[in-house]
């Protein structure tokens, strides 16, 4: 059984459909990448399945199971226990996401004391070891620094430390590297590898950035205007993308000959309030077709864990495209 | 000639200085030296501190270098009195990283393009709304959108109205500091593209200060590699990715993310105590300098 299984995620703000009809799951050890372009909706996603949506967003559908209980169903009390205990979290930004006031020890015995898994006498030690874990060079010393007082890579170690404090098995990783530089970038994502083997992790892994993903993660899903587009392993995706937008995307990425043409996606991401009628990659598509318009493509398996939503794939078996229902405006 | 020579150009900051902290200074730029051919793409890589938009800044003077040279056509630029440095300006001009907050929101795209034709007093009105419309179509831009604010453009065509603001007085020099990276990664090959095309159809020389090696490797020609202020590393672009001489420069490469799963990961790290801030620049093979 997956350890976190989405089904028919949909997130709405207000008559935006920020997150539509999305279904993943993440098996044990297993780390899976979100990858999508700003506006896609990876972070509602990740924000979804441990229920911190800002207002006025609302999950309004779907399943999230985690460890086999749905979590959009938990009272908000057993819901807290699973923050930290069962899914630990790392931002994007640690400076905003670490209290300016509160020295780095703090943080780490907060969570402890927090679930009960530590005493406020041991917790000292307790973080003192998390920080060695994350590879912080004199932890003695830097638990009682504040955050302002360490670099953006620290910052991001301490994170890690956080997330890791009350040994969850699920750590959802919003851009952890985005604000780094890229040889710090390498950096923290060595060690999210390392803590994956040493603390047996899966691993939700959100980022706009492909190498990212080749670097780190075992599977990807690729998200366009709300939907998962395409999804598969990870050298699957790469070797033999299907999505006309994932291929667009690897394409883009520059890597031939000096000085040739990149291959360009055509026109913009569409604004989430005006979105195309059928596939919202429609107007941006060289394949498009007549049917396109018609009605969001359905989900097609490939086999090999490998699946997709576009019109040149239809599932077998089928002549017209099943439109699906229209959501109610 | 070289279009642009800088020579042992050097920016220091001067931080603190309070009632209990002796001043200290920062040297962003210390003692810099490269020369820009015409036609070319020149490229200024590094991470963030390393001085590489510090330099770029300074060759404009949008701020002042505390000493140094900077050539442009066999004139240092540095010399100018403020009405010369403005005639200057007319042929080197800057594209910003962030299309969000170097463009006033509070201006039409219009207005934002014309600005520089109205300071250096070009043309009637009715010339200089045909001069953005052209410059609009130039970029890619559809010139019924010549009154619409900033807002209502996406990142990559405030991007394209960056350029064409850049573009308007005919420049044969441009400083793009970080252009795409703010942008999307399906918007930055349109802008990439954008670029090139441009640079063959106006035969512009570009100075491309960017943090992205692939991007670099791609689009540059020559590319120099700053770390804590200095160039550690010079040359022709493919022989540098090829043939790397100074720890940082390879440390930097081996952090690019590889986007086949498959290929081998092999990391190296930079031991700062390992570099020589002090090694001059030495020439390791033709046209390759390496501070080591």
């Known amino acids: ?329 | 000639m070289s279009l642009v020579e800088v020579r042992n150009l050097v920016k220091h900051f001067e931080r603190g200085g309070g009632l209990f902290r002796a001043k200290s200074v920062v040297r962003a730029v210390d003692d810099v030296s490269f020369s820009v051919e015409e036609g070319e793409t020149f490229a200024l890589v590094g991470e963030s501190g390393s001085g590489k938009s510090t330099t770029g800044r300074c060759m404009l003077r949008l701020i002042e270098p505390t000493s140094g040279e900077v050539l442009f056509r066999g004139e240092n630029v540095l010399g100018f009195s403020s009405s010369r440095l403005r005639a200057a300006r007319r042929d080197m001009q800057m594209v910003f990283q962030d299309p969000y907050s170097s463009l006033n929101p509070r201006m039409r795209a219009f207005t934002i393009v014309e600005e520089p034709l109205v300071i250096h007093d070009l043309g009637s009105k009715s010339d200089r709304r045909e001069r953005v419309a052209d410059l609009f179509r130039l970029v890619g831009l559809d010139p019924a959108h010549l009154d619409r604010y900033p807002h209502e453009f996406s990142g990559g065509q405030r991007q394209r109205i960056g350029l064409a603001r850049a573009l308007a007085l005919n420049p044969s020099f441009i400083i793009a500091d970080e252009p795409v990276s703010a942008l999307d990664v399906s918007i930055q090959a349109q802008v990439i593209n954008l670029l090139m095309d441009l640079q063959q159809q106006l035969k512009l020389t570009y100075l491309f200060i960017a943090h992205d090696l692939r991007l670099v490797r791609h689009i540059s020609t020559r590319v120099a590699v700053m770390y804590l202020g200095r160039i550690v590393e010079m040359g022709n672009t493919a022989e540098i990715f090829a043939n790397a001489q100074h720890a940082y420069t390879r440390a930097l490469l081996s952090a690019v993310p590889a986007t086949d799963p498959d290929a081998p990961r092999a990391r190296i790290e930079l031991d700062p105590a390992l570099v020589n801030r002090e090694a001059p620049l030495r020439q390791v093979s033709e046209g390759h300098f390496a501070a080591v």
């Open chain 1, 1 to 329: 059984m997956a350890l976190l299984e989405v089904q028919n995620l949909r997130t709405t703000f207000g008559s935006l459909v920020a997150v539509n009809d999305v279904s993943f799951e993440i098996r044990k050890g297993e780390t899976l990448g979100l990858v999508g372009e700003s506006g896609s909706g990876k972070s509602v996603t990740a924000f979804s399945i441990i229920r911190l949506v800002q207002e006025p967003g609302r999950v309004v559908g779907g399943k999230v199971f985690f460890q086999g209980r749905d979590l959009l169903t938990l009272p908000e009390a057993e819901m807290r226990q699973i923050r930290g205990a069962g899914i630990g979290f790392v931002f994007q930004e640690p400076m905003a996401a670490l209290n300016p006031v509160m020295r780095v020890g703090a943080h780490i015995a907060e969570a402890l004391i927090v679930h009960g898994l530590a005493s406020r006498s041991d917790a000292r030690s307790r973080a003192i070891d998390l920080l060695r874990a994350v590879k912080i060079v004199d932890p003695e010393k830097r638990v009682d620094d504040y955050p302002h007082q360490l670099s953006g890579g620290m910052r991001q170690r301490v994170m890690m430390a956080i997330a890791l404090a009350c040994r969850p098995p699920l750590v959802i990783a919003d851009e952890p590297t985005t604000a780094l530089d890229v040889t710090v970038q390498a950096q923290i994502l060595d060690l999210l590898r390392e803590m994956k083997r040493e603390f047996e992790l899966s691993l939700l892994l959100i980022t706009h950035d492909l190498g990212v993903i080749g670097e780190t993660a075992d599977r990807v899903a690729v998200m366009y205007a709300g939907r998962i587009v395409e999804q598969g392993p990870v050298r699957e995706i790469f070797r033999n993308p299907k999505h006309p937008y994932t291929r667009g995307l690897l394409a883009s990425i520059p890597g031939g000959a000096a000085g040739s043409r990149l291959v360009a996606i055509e026109g913009t991401v569409p604004n989430l309030a005006q979105l195309p009628p059928g596939c919202s990659f429609g107007p941006r598509c060289g394949d498009r077709m007549a049917v396109c318009e018609s009605a969001f493509p359905g989900v097609t398996d490939l086999g090999d864990d490998h699946s997709v939503r576009c019109y040149l794939h239809p599932a077998p078996g089928s002549r017209l495209p099943m439109p699906e229902k229209v959501a109610t405006r």
